[in-house]
């Protein structure tokens, strides 16, 4: 449970009350504090989930860049998904070594391509190919640089929208997405890889969402992956390493999530089983289901406003900071960071910012407003999709383990901010 409360009802992260960093003077509110324990134990179960079957688990770095995180997990023998130049970097300063990452994106610079080719002997485990148009793009590229790049092919399987179980704006595997090759053009994908001899074709792989709450979609695509993988082999392809089955695993918001990541990982075990393909290596790349529920976001209540039958707590936590409920209309918890007892009442909680949609939403809260609150499961694409729009501040992260603040990124103030709008 990674947020609970205490005998005396003050909410903890792991074991840290957060009334102490609220009182505390060195932490301005807002601020992001992810419990690091949490993490580790979330990346264990799933790994743990493939048992002795050859696999990878790629944290998908684009749900959370922080390096204490990074580190822990790369420590922990996790690999990382990529969407740019700069999350590479990221992920080797964290010490994760370029045979564990992967590289997705529909458009790739040039300068990109050529930094995950270049790495190491024989580069990054595999640039993640999105498009028929990209092949010929990075096998000149590997040309230039005298290098073999490895690729894997990302399929894009058509999975019903309704099959998807999630939000239109993070569904990726229907034909109306701009990721990954369409199905239809897979062999084509497969001949040309294979017939460019700066090209290895090291893997398969897809992501179909994200925030699946339901394994269906998900079992329909990794059964294609395989048959596709296996009509690879039998056209004589003898490069393949692994399949990727991608991310998306969901978390429960507060709404409930009828599949665990360990499901999704079941799911990969038995089709691989059946395809008989159990030699190559399964990897996968969730974000959300390794971070999401051990991160939260602490915000202290500015003002109150009643009018007319509506009644609002406005805290100093905006859409800036968290952009999900605006972006997505996702429902993230608020409670109350000290004991909520005594009579509760329906709020509207919202922020500062300067757009209606910087509302997280109606939520039970003391009827005398509390102090402070947490926005829960804030660990993912929160303070990665944070930004200093009103020219706000960007919050600092504070990193929890055995109840204490271990670490610190101090994020960007609005001085700096004001500053740095002018030559
Ligand atoms: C290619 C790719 N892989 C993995 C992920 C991770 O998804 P999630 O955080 O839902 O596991 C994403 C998220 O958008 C993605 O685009």
Same mark, same amino acid.
């Given at each position: 449970m990674p947020v609970s409360r205490d005998a005396q009802g003050q909410l903890l992260l792991g074991t840290l009350p957060l009334r102490q960093l609220v009182d505390d003077p060195r932490w301005a509110t807002p601020f992001y504090a992810y419990d690091l324990e949490g993490i580790v134990a979330s990346a264990t179960t799933l790994d743990n989930a493939f048992g002795r079957a050859p696999h990878l688990v790629c944290?998908?770095?684009?749900?959370?860049?922080?390096?204490?995180?990074? %580190?822990?997990?790369?420590?922990?023998?996790?690999?990382?998904? =990529? $969407?740019?130049g700069a999350e590479l970097s990221v992920a080797l300063r964290a010490g994760i070594p370029p045979e564990r990452l992967v590289y997705s994106g529909v458009a790739k610079r040039d300068a990109e391509i050529d930094m995950a080719i270049g790495l190491g002997d024989r580069g990054i485990l595999a640039l993640q190919i999105e498009s028929l148009e990209e092949i010929s793009r990075v096998a000149a590229r590997a040309l230039a640089a005298g290098r073999t790049a490895r690729v894997s092919v990302r399929i894009n399987?058509?999975?019903?929208? @309704?099959?998807?179980?999630?939000?239109?704006?993070?569904?990726?595997?229907? #034909? @109306?997405?701009?990721?990954? $090759?369409?199905?239809?053009?897979?062999? %084509?994908? =497969?001949?040309?890889?294979?017939?460019?001899?700066?090209?290895?074709?090291?893997?398969?792989?897809?992501?179909?969402?994200?925030?699946?709450? @339901?394994?269906?979609?998900?079992?329909?695509?990794?059964?294609?992956?395989?048959?596709?993988?296996? #009509?690879?082999?039998?056209?004589?392809?003898?490069?393949?390493?692994?399949?990727?089955?991608?991310?998306?695993?969901?978390?429960?918001?507060?709404?409930?999530?009828?599949?665990?990541?360990? #499901?999704?990982?079941?799911?990969?075990?038995?089709?691989?089983?059946?395809?008989?393909?159990?030699?190559?290596?399964?990897? =996968?790349?969730p974000g959300r289901a390794l971070v999401g529920a051990h991160g939260v976001v602490v915000a202290r209540t500015v003002q109150t406003k009643v009018a007319g039958h509506c009644q609002w707590i406005m805290i100093d936590a905006g859409m800036n900071d968290l952009i999900r409920p605006a972006l997505y209309q996702a429902r993230h918890r608020i409670v109350s960071i000290d004991d909520p007892k005594g009579p509760a009442a329906s709020w509207v909680v919202v922020g500062p910012v300067c757009e209606s949609s910087d509302d997280f939403g109606a939520h039970e809260l003391p009827a005398n407003a509390p102090r402070a609150v947490a926005i829960l499961d804030a660990g993912a694409y929160g303070f990665t999709m944070a930004s200093q729009y009103n020219g706000r501040a960007l919050p600092d992260e504070l990193f929890i383990s055995k109840g204490e603040v271990v670490s610190v990124l101090r994020g960007r103030t609005s001085a700096e901010w004001a500053a740095s709008r002018f030559c």
């Open positions: 944290l998908a770095v684009k749900a959370n860049t922080a390096g204490p995180i990074l %580190e822990a997990l790369s420590r922990l023998g996790l690999g990382a998904d =990529v $969407v740019s399987p058509s999975v019903k929208r @309704e099959l998807l179980s999630t939000h239109d704006h993070i569904a990726t595997g229907h #034909d @109306e997405a701009k990721f990954g $090759v369409p199905r239809d053009d897979v062999k %084509e994908a =497969v001949r040309r890889v294979r017939e460019a001899s700066a090209l290895t074709l090291v893997g398969f792989n897809f992501h179909i969402g994200s925030q699946l709450t @339901e394994v269906g979609g998900y079992r329909e695509s990794a059964a294609l992956l395989c048959q596709i993988a296996q #009509d690879a082999i039998a056209g004589g392809c003898t490069s393949l390493e692994f399949l990727n089955t991608g991310g998306g695993f969901g978390i429960d918001y507060g709404s409930g999530c009828a599949a665990s990541p360990a #499901d999704f990982a079941g799911v990969v075990i038995s089709e691989f089983d059946r395809a008989k393909l159990s030699h190559l290596k399964m990897v =996968v790349e």
